[in-house]
């Protein structure tokens, strides 16, 4: 058994294969995943776990260059950009795609991170960096 870090499996693995540039989406319980692309369930009812549970776990083990949100997250859910913004510099946040494009690029991640929020917008795509010059 692994002593610390991420013990879900599927979520390690991924992280693990994840190279430059690569991407993985942290999702409400809400959103859509295309067919054909990896969801990791984490859900286990209304609420629980939290994005931010989720994100916090993953940000701990990811290097991340990028973070693409839904431009609708400003009006929508502005406790969850707040949040975002603590979390990272404001010139990794991407905030200009609408929620239907942002929808879009679901189809291209690794894999959707379902959680259990249940609060709109709190989405996010979550591109791979490196941890090298």
Excluded: W
């Excluded at 239907?100 to 991640?109: G, I, R």
């Amino acid at each position: 058994m692994k002593r610390n870090g991420i013990l879900n499996s599927h979520i390690s693995k991924i992280l693990s294969d994840l190279g430059h540039t690569d991407q993985i989406a942290i999702a409400d319980a809400g959103l859509p995943v295309p067919d054909g692309v990896l969801k990791i369930d984490l859900a286990l009812k209304l609420g629980t776990p939290t994005f931010s549970e989720v994100l916090d776990v993953i940000t701990e083990d990811m290097v991340i260059e990028k973070v693409i949100v839904a431009s609708e997250i400003h009006e929508g859910n502005p406790q969850t950009l707040s949040y975002l913004k603590e979390k990272f510099d404001s010139e990794v946040i991407d905030d200009s795609q609408n929620h239907e494009q942002f929808k879009a690029l679901t189809q291209k991640v690794k894999a959707v991170i379902r959680t259990g929020e249940a609060t709109p917008y709190a989405n996010c795509i979550l591109q791979s960096g490196v941890h090298f010059g």
